[in-house]
């Protein structure tokens, strides 16, 4: 769809309005094919949301492993002064010493030595912590999901909009085609 724009803008950018042609049907030919795949990237993206389930005990599992605890303490530590990308880079230095392979207890045993102050201290702490900040806490997603559908109303109403108005545009045509046509033959 970015190619499709980039290449009608880039044909309307450079065209002499003396020459059209090349401009409407050259350079947006590409347009037609972005609106089709457009189309199908929303019907997909809505059939997705409509079926998709949760694996709530994956879910957990994957939060109780630390990982997202680890995000949260990185960000903490960013909100504490430590630049961002060192706060990330020391918090993944100590990912990559503690072993998959260990327990999940021995893992977050360990977080906690190392991380003290800025990792959660539980599961519901750590999801808190992802509620802000467009996390993938149940506020964040609603208030994005809420975002989401004003947008798209609004959107809705824009396109009935222009749709009235090229509905008024294709009378107002037919009438001066018309109105040319018998002054023409009035002649």
């Known amino acids: 769809m970015l190619g499709a724009y980039v290449a009608a803008a880039t044909a309307a950018c450079k065209s002499p309005f003396s020459n059209s042609i090349e401009t409407s049907n050259y350079g947006c030919s590409t347009l037609s094919l972005a609106e089709e795949a457009l189309k199908k990237a929303i019907t997909l993206t809505s059939l997705i949301v409509k079926f998709m389930t949760f694996n709530v005990q994956s879910m957990r599992e994957n939060l109780e492993d ?48 190392q991380l003290a102050g800025v990792l959660p201290a539980t599961l519901e702490e750590c999801r808190d912590a992802l509620q802000f900040g467009r996390g ?22 824009k396109c009935a909009e222009i749709r009235e108005r090229w509905a008024h545009a294709e009378i107002h045509r037919k009438q001066r085609v018309n109105e040319l046509i018998d002054d023409h033959q009035a002649t």
Request: no cysteine; charged share 25%.
């Open 66 to 113: 630390g990982s997202p605890m680890m995000v949260v303490a990185a960000e903490r530590m960013a909100s504490r002064g430590v630049p961002f990308r060192k706060a990330h880079t020391l918090v993944g230095d100590i990912a990559k010493r503690l072993s998959q392979d260990s327990p999940v207890a021995e893992r977050r045993s360990e977080l906690a030595s």
């Open 136 to 157: 993938p806490g149940i506020r964040s997603t609603d208030d994005q999901l809420s975002v989401a559908k004003k947008m798209y109303g609004e959107m809705q109403l």
